[in-house]
């Protein structure tokens, strides 16, 4: 995907979408990946909103961030979710250690891993990050982060529709 991004040939499809069932789908395909590791999901949204996006793509940002959530929760949840406010956005939040400062700018460029070795461990290479911000962005969008040591919230804003 990267490389198809970095030719000009990454094609978007449009398509309406229900952010509710988009993050329903998401918990439904990483709560077994959870469970395994003693985890919890749960969705959190607040009114319904559709927007006009790629569905397949959107999909694979949640993943993207929902299972590394999964990978780095010790304890604790993660929760898919969405707000409709100007811009509507999704978010991927968990209870784990968080990110310190230093590095969540740089979580999301190619191959940075924050611990080499424990993504060494979980078979991570430093790609699903900056996988999430091309999908984010290529529309128009933007990917943010807020952490702390009480967890870490991945937002994605999605493109207003112009």
């Known amino acids: 995907m990267l490389a198809r991004a970095d030719a000009g040939a990454l094609?978007?499809?449009?398509e309406p979408i229900e952010l509710g069932d988009l993050a329903q789908?998401?918990?439904e395909l990483i709560r077994p990946a959870?469970?395994?590791?003693?985890?919890g999901v749960?969705?959190?949204g607040e009114a319904a909103i559709t927007v006009v996006a790629d569905q397949d793509l959107l999909l694979q940002l949640l993943l993207n961030l929902?299972?590394?959530?999964?990978?780095?929760?010790?304890t604790g949840e993660i929760t898919l979710g969405w707000r409709p406010e100007p811009?509507?956005?999704?978010?991927v939040r968990d209870t784990g250690p968080g990110i310190a400062?230093?590095?969540q700018e740089r979580v999301f460029e190619r191959f940075y891993r924050v611990d080499t070795a424990r993504s060494r461990q979980g078979g991570g290479v430093g790609l699903g990050l900056a996988i999430a911000r091309l999908i984010a962005e290529a529309?128009?969008?933007?990917?943010?982060?807020?952490?702390?040591?009480?967890?870490?919230t991945f937002t994605v804003r999605l493109p207003q529709p112009g």
């Open 11 to 14: 094609a978007l499809q449009r």
């Open 25 to 27: 789908s998401a918990a």
């Open 34 to 39: 959870a469970a395994q590791r003693g985890r």
């Open 42 to 44: 749960k969705v959190e």
């Open 66 to 74: 929902a299972d590394n959530a999964v990978k780095y929760t010790d």
């Open 87 to 91: 811009p509507p956005s999704l978010f």
């Open 101 to 103: 400062a230093a590095h």
């Open 139 to 152: 529309p128009g969008g933007s990917i943010g982060l807020e952490s702390d040591a009480g967890g870490s």
